[in-house]
């Protein structure tokens, strides 16, 4: 099993900037394709992205592409979410996942924070 602590979320203005960080136990982690999904209120959860075991290949959802980012540092057990040129609609409680592959996420941390205003 793995744990996945999420840090970062905040309040920024748009067009601004923030980096999430995901931490997770065990020794493991690179065993494990690492993403991020979101949820805003009142609206389905949404795919943001994910990264290989290696964090050489990563993939994105479309409303995002261009502007979100994913690495991970395997050595830290750390994965990132660096969001640039931020939204209105990117306000959401965003989730770090850990999945065997990219198909299914077995494991979700508790999500964190973020709001950007206009």
């Known amino acids: 099993q793995v744990q996945l602590v999420e840090s970062g979320g905040g309040l920024v203005q748009a067009g601004g900037s923030l980096r999430l960080s995901c931490a997770a136990s065990?020794?493991?982690?690179?065993?494990?394709?690492m993403g991020w999904f979101r949820q805003a209120p009142g609206k389905e959860r949404e795919f943001v992205g994910g990264?290989?075991?290696?964090?050489?290949?990563?993939w994105y959802g479309d409303s995002v592409k261009g502007r979100f980012t994913i690495a991970r540092d395997n050595a830290k057990n750390t994965v990132y979410l660096q969001m640039n040129s931020l939204e209105p609609e990117d306000t959401a409680v965003y989730y770090c996942?850990?999945?065997?592959?990219?198909?299914?996420?077995?494991?979700w941390g508790q999500g964190t924070q973020v709001t950007v205003s206009s």
């Open positions: 065990g020794r493991t982690f690179s065993t494990y394709v």
């Open positions: 996942v850990a999945g065997r592959d990219g198909s299914e996420y077995n494991y």
């Open positions: 990264i290989d075991r290696s964090g050489g290949y990563a």
